[in-house]
């Protein structure tokens, strides 16, 4: 079983940068993807960046230039750098792990980013 837990959410304002991290415990098999995902108030979840075990990386067009993924040296953390936020970049920002053998999908609680304008 794999639990994932999310920190470095918080309040900040337009055009600013925040960082979030993912710490996975468990065993994280390959091929597996990782990534993080978002949520705004009314609106359902998307996806904002994955990166997969092999090292590519994919971005929503949305945060495509400002954003950044990357993973730990181990299989178990992962990061999402942001920059030059916007207010709609405010969400619940969730961790994901797939693991591609059996298209299992592990998920984090949540972490709240808010920016405002």
């Known amino acids: 079983q794999v639990q994932l837990v999310e920190s470095g959410g918080g309040l900040v304002q337009s055009g600013m940068s925040l960082s979030l991290s993912c710490t996975a415990s468990?065993?994280?098999?390959?091929?597996?993807?990782m990534g993080w995902y978002r949520q705004a108030p009314g609106k359902e979840r998307e996806l904002v960046a994955v990166?997969?075990?092999?090292?590519?990386?994919k971005f929503a067009d949305a945060v495509q230039g400002r954003f950044t993924i990357s993973r730990g040296g181990a299989e178990n953390t992962l990061y999402l750098g942001m920059n030059s936020l916007k207010p709609e970049d405010t969400a619940v920002y969730y961790c994901?792990?797939?693991?591609?053998?059996?298209?299992?999908?592990?998920w984090g609680q949540g972490t709240q980013v808010t920016v405002s304008s």
């Open positions: 468990g065993t994280i098999f390959r091929p597996n993807v």
């Open positions: 994901n792990v797939r693991d591609m053998r059996t298209n299992v999908d592990y």
């Open positions: 990166i997969f075990s092999s090292g590519v990386t």
